[in-house]
């Protein structure tokens, strides 16, 4: 007996955003250039970003490897680093504000399916990084999960649900394991 149907499948009102050619522009071309480790330049890959309709900040460095699967969903704020390989697997909005470190490897899904429907309906929510956070290398962000300013995501940790801000949290699911205090922070950067 089969309890799921994908031959029924369908994304029912879910639409990319942008015209098909713009898609296979960004397929063929902009994905390319982004993730080209033969074209190191941080700058060429914001401008590509950018020219495909990425909000993109100053300051911003992204490493060889990163895959950005609808760059007019994703918006970057000023001074953010983005790691090698990193996956921003974005069927919904990412945000991302100032001085966010993004690791090696981190995964953003925005995207699930309902495991509940026979048709495993797709589910999207958007992600929110709040400033001054650091996702560690190879962790995962799940559909609608908003990351509070200055929290930590540790190595490999999986966040389910929203992480509170200046905290740090590891594990899979990731928990709060303990405050994050930073030395000689300014009360004036806290309340930015």
């Not at 460095?61 to 983005?82: A, D, E, M, S």
């Amino acid at each position: 007996m089969t309890f799921i149907h994908l031959d029924q499948y369908t994304v029912k009102d879910y639409s990319p955003g942008a015209p098909a050619w713009k898609q296979l522009l960004w397929f063929f071309i902009g994905d390319a250039i982004v993730r080209s480790r033969l074209l190191p330049i941080s700058s060429l890959k914001v401008w590509v970003l950018r020219s495909f309709g990425a909000s993109i900040g100053q300051g911003v460095r992204i490493k060889p490897g990163v895959q950005v699967k609808f760059p007019w969903r994703l918006t970057i704020g000023n001074h953010c680093w983005i790691g090698e390989n990193v996956w921003i697997d974005n069927l919904a909005p990412i945000v991302l504000e100032d001085h966010i470190c993004v690791s090696q490897s981190v995964y953003f899904c925005t995207g699930n399916h309902d495991w509940t429907a026979p048709t495993f309906d797709l589910q999207v929510a958007p992600i929110t990084v709040r400033s001054g956070s650091w996702l560690a290398a190879q962790s995962t962000i799940a559909p609608g999960v908003e990351i509070g300013a200055g929290a930590v995501l540790s190595l490999g940790s999986v966040a389910v649900k929203s992480l509170a801000p200046w905290t740090i949290y590891a594990g899979n699911p990731a928990v709060a394991i303990k405050p994050r205090v930073v030395k000689n922070l300014s009360t004036e950067l806290l309340n930015a």
